[in-house]
């Protein structure tokens, strides 16, 4: 990434920071009768409630993880039910799946979609190389 680029890109951070972010923190933080004493003291605030936020963050992708490793234990489990009643196995599903793709690209919107998303895919690995 270019100087110019980061310097543009942390000038926008600040702005975001000072007239929308830390306005709003501040309030909040009034409205609950929390108000900081010095600058000083709001910036320790400041990095304190960011601190959290990282926290939070984590802990909310740990969170959605167990959720959808629990989808992955209930697909497993479902797939093993459909084995062991005869209804499972792969020939099955990738017969169902070439049947509906091949009724899909009969339908021109549905055809141009699955393209213009393949190329848009390659285009995005052409920019990453």
């Known amino acids: 990434m270019s100087e110019n ?23 909040k933080l009034s409205a ?16 304190a409630a960011q601190k959290l936020h990282a926290l939070y963050t984590a802990e909310q992708q740990k969170t959605a993880a167990a959720r959808q490793s629990g989808f992955a234990a209930v697909n497993q489990r479902l797939d093993q039910l459909l084995d062991e009643s005869g209804l499972g196995g792969g020939v099955e599903k990738q017969a169902t799946f070439n049947d509906v793709a091949a009724l899909a ?6 055809a141009n979609a699955v393209l213009t998303l393949q190329a848009a895919a390659y285009a995005a690995a052409q920019s990453e190389e």
């Not at 980061?6 to 000072?18: C, G, I, W």
């Not at 609950?32 to 605030?45: F, K």
């Open 5 to 27: 680029v980061k310097e543009a890109a942390q000038q926008a951070y600040n702005t975001v920071v000072e007239q929308l972010a830390a306005p709003y923190f501040f309030e």
């Open 32 to 47: 609950a009768g929390i108000v900081p004493s010095s600058e000083a003291e709001a910036g320790e605030m400041w990095v």
């Open 105 to 110: 690209a009969e339908q021109p919107e549905i």
